[in-house]
């Protein structure tokens, strides 16, 4: 049984859609990614799974269960870190955790303490003073300290540093290999790349695709950089290449094409130096949409 089961998911704003008939499964002791641009409907899946609002049509079950009907059972055994955080200002973090571990009926206050440790947290100062890194640490601290089965993160690492951010990953890391599935919603695709192996691909509501991070790692294109003296504008008129960038003497492009016509094409100049490696995720996830939308376009034509 799927931990988290979407189906014909929507819902509507008014006459805006937010999402559209989504579809997604996701495996107990999964680590899985969920990313796309913003105003895509992240935010807005994850809301609904929380059930903060109510879906226009379509189901979703956690744990089997559905998110509306057993709302309050399911996050009994869910953790979750909102990409947006409103406390109550006037009182100190320590304050907010320990009311939020009264609600949970939670009493090991040695995993509270640890993790606070762990992030860094001042318990003792008011929230109304703190930036957002340390709201983020208190969300944190609130999202875990319970060992949630499943974890709902939205952007949950924005506002932290690196040291931190370090030790947040690292702790999920052990938490997943401790069985706990994680929802990770990011616009660090470096993120989405170190810990998922899975994550889908959100825009304009849809869920284009699931797949392997792997695989979108490892797409048709290449990241190409070269440095020479010469005029490569007749290369990058043959091989369609469109935009480019100079940094630090290498003129700079992805590539689509076959390598092969790529290398013949180059050996027409003077080149000193070429390096030649995959293409981020990001830099997948870009090229995906680019043909989604050329696919698109042409249906149209």
């Known amino acids: 049984m799927p931990v988290i089961e979407i189906n014909n998911l929507s819902k509507f704003f008014g006459k805006r859609p937010a999402l559209m008939e989504a579809n997604l499964k996701v495996e107990e002791g999964e680590f899985f990614g969920f990313v796309g641009p913003n105003g895509s409907g992240k935010s807005t899946t994850i809301r609904i799974l929380m059930n903060y609002i109510k879906p226009t049509s379509g189901s979703a079950k956690i744990f089997g269960m559905d998110v509306v009907r057993h709302s309050a059972q399911i996050r009994q055994h869910v953790g979750y870190v909102p ?8 009182m100190t973090a320590g304050a907010l955790i320990g009311y939020a571990a009264q609600l949970r009926h939670w009493k090991d206050k ?11 947290l001042d318990t003792s100062r008011t929230i109304s003073k703190m930036s957002l890194g340390n709201r983020k640490k208190i969300a944190l601290v609130c999202a875990l300290f319970h060992s949630p089965r499943l974890l709902l993160l939205d952007e949950a690492s924005t506002g932290l540093d690196s040291l931190i951010k370090k030790r947040f990953k ?12 994680i929802f990770y919603c990011s616009h660090d695709m470096t993120e989405i790349q170190e ?5 889908a691909i959100i825009r304009g509501g849809s869920i284009l695709e699931v797949s392997e991070v792997s695989a979108l790692s490892s797409s048709d294109s290449r990241r190409v950089s ?3 003296d010469d005029d490569l504008s007749a290369l990058f008129t043959l091989l369609h290449i469109q935009q480019t960038i100079t940094l630090g003497g290498y003129v700079c492009f992805a590539y689509h094409g076959a390598m092969d016509d790529l290398i013949k094409a180059l050996a027409c100049f003077r080149v000193e130096d070429i390096q030649i490696g995959l293409p981020s995720l990001e830099d997948s996830i870009i090229r995906f949409y680019e043909k989604k939308m050329e696919k698109e376009e042409g249906a149209y034509q």
Not at 110 to 120: D, P, R, V
Not at 170 to 181: F, I, P, R, S, V
């Open 195 to 199: 810990l998922c192996e899975r994550t």
């Open 110 to 120: 040695e995993k509270i303490g640890k993790l606070c440790e762990l992030f860094e």
């Open 226 to 228: 070269v440095k020479t």
């Open 83 to 90: 990409s947006d955080l409103d406390f109550f200002e006037d």
């Open 170 to 181: 690292d702790y999920l890391l052990d938490c997943n290999q401790k069985g706990t599935t």
